[in-house]
């Protein structure tokens, strides 16, 4: 069974930093994309960044230039290493990946205040 469990949320302010980490379990993680998605209190939930198994990265544009998506095959870890954090970041991030169906982690709060 795929197993998503995400860490590393919390409160910062305005201009801050945050990582969060993703563990998978129950699945080949090399052999997978994983994406991080985050929904906004009243908001659809959105696709933040993606990495694909061969470490090829896409971003939102609200995000490109702040945010990094990274993995570590060894540790079946994905990463999202958030810099200048805005108040309009602030949601609940999930990790996402796909295996026949999609598989979500718990979530992790990130809230940014001004």
């Known amino acids: 069974q795929v197993q998503l469990v995400e860490s590393g949320g919390g409160l910062v302010q305005a201009g801050g930093s945050l990582r969060l980490s993703c563990a998978a379990s129950g699945m080949i993680f090399r052999l997978n994309a994983m994406d991080w998605y985050r929904q906004a209190p009243g908001k659809q939930r959105e696709l933040v960044a993606r990495?694909?198994?061969?470490?090829?990265?896409m971003y939102a544009d609200s995000v490109k230039g702040r945010f990094t998506i990274s993995r570590d095959n060894a540790r079946n870890t994905v990463y999202l290493q958030m810099n200048s954090l805005k108040p309009e970041d602030t949601a609940v991030y999930y990790c996402?990946?796909?295996?026949?169906?999609?598989?979500w982690g718990q979530g992790t709060q990130v809230t940014v205040s001004s």
């Open positions: 996402h990946t796909v295996l026949g169906r999609d598989y």
């Open positions: 990495i694909t198994r061969g470490g090829d990265t």
